[in-house]
């Protein structure tokens, strides 16, 4: 069976070829930002989409369907982007028309967090797990939940916006307009911006801002954690500030999903032991002890590709 995967990023748009077993027989990649209008986007991704059909040596006509992974808030049902956060230039895009209209097969869409908890559940690991909460922490916090082996996609398709779940009334306020989200914690672009704010308000003195070769601007999560990681005393206290809310959130998501495994993407692939450790540690008081036995907080197993994988785990599961 072949099937093609598209996954959309902010800056970048990557195909490939597969098959149900998860092998890749082909993949490339373009930009996503250059294409200021959707007619042009359009174009190149339908050059994009025939020369790694051509690589792989497959018939057109063999290709049985195509997964997207594109970022949220999407019409999954109407198969619309709404608003990419990258390409301001692009709104309400019927993205699955046109990829219809190029491949002339069924095609199937999902958010890229969502689409990251089916590519372990297909793929991983812990591909087969009943139980499983992947986590995605860029800019943002996401969330991709399947419960009793199915995706927990919800009646507007916002089942699994973990990072908008309230973790403190009358708190920060969020991108989403809502004060207090768990994403306004332990998103990435607002724990910069916080740094910032502190070290800027108090003229702190880290090896936080040092590693950022003195400019504000650069300060970022990766910097956070080398820095705490070196045992600067501002960056250990916020870095620990961090895990405490991080364990908050995910204490929640044991409570009520009774999760075998919650999988964490991102920078937790890097920092491994470095997040995991602390964060299994500050769980106990937020989750009951028995299913936090049960349950293993684990980085995501499939890495860099998980895009690709991502991608296709759509479009098998669109298949079903
Ligand atoms: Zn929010």
């Known amino acids: 069976m072949h099937i093609l995967g598209i996954d959309i990023g902010g800056t970048k ?5 597969g098959n149900e077993r998860g092998e890749i027989l082909a993949s490339g990649r373009m930009s996503s930002e250059k294409s200021a209008n ?11 989409c025939a020369s790694i059909i051509e690589r792989g040596k497959v018939a057109r006509t063999a290709l049985q369907a195509v997964g997207i992974s594109a970022p949220g808030p999407l019409d999954i049902k109407r198969g619309i982007l709404i608003a990419p956060p990258n390409n301001p230039g692009w709104r309400d895009v019927p993205i699955v028309a046109l990829v ?7 095609v199937y869409i999902n958010n890229d967090a969502n689409a990251c ?4 559940y297909l793929f991983g690991a812990y591909r087969g797990t009943a139980d499983l909460v992947y986590l995605t922490f860029s800019t943002g916090m996401g969330g991709g939940i399947i419960a009793n082996g199915r995706l ?3 009646i507007t398709d916002t089942g699994g916006e973990v990072g908008h779940q309230i973790i403190e009334r009358d708190g920060p306020l969020c991108g989403c307009g809502q004060r207090g989200c768990w994403e306004a914690f332990v998103g990435g672009r607002r724990v910069a911006e916080r740094l910032r704010e502190k070290i800027r308000a108090g003229s702190i003195k880290t090896a936080l801002l040092d590693k950022a070769g003195g400019n504000l601007e650069a300060i970022n999560m990766e910097l956070l954690a080398a820095a705490a990681r070196e045992g600067d005393e501002f960056a250990v206290a916020e870095w620990n500030e961090f895990s405490e809310r991080l364990a908050q959130g995910i204490g929640n998501l044991i409570m009520i999903l009774n999760p075998q495994v919650v999988l964490l993407g991102t920078i937790a692939i890097h920092l491994g032991e470095f997040i995991l450790a602390p964060l299994r540690e500050k769980l106990r008081k937020y989750a009951w002890s028995w299913p936090l036995a049960a349950c293993r907080v684990e980085a995501s197993t499939l890495g860099a590709n998980i895009g690709d994988y991502s991608a296709l785990a759509v479009a098998l599961t669109g298949m079903r």
């Open 117 to 120: 908890a089916l590519a372990e």
């Open 152 to 154: 927990l996609q919800g």
């Open 38 to 48: 959707f007619e042009q986007y359009g174009r190149d991704l339908a050059q994009l």
């Open 13 to 17: 748009t990557s195909v490939c070829l």
């Open 100 to 106: 219809k209209d190029i491949l002339k097969t069924p």
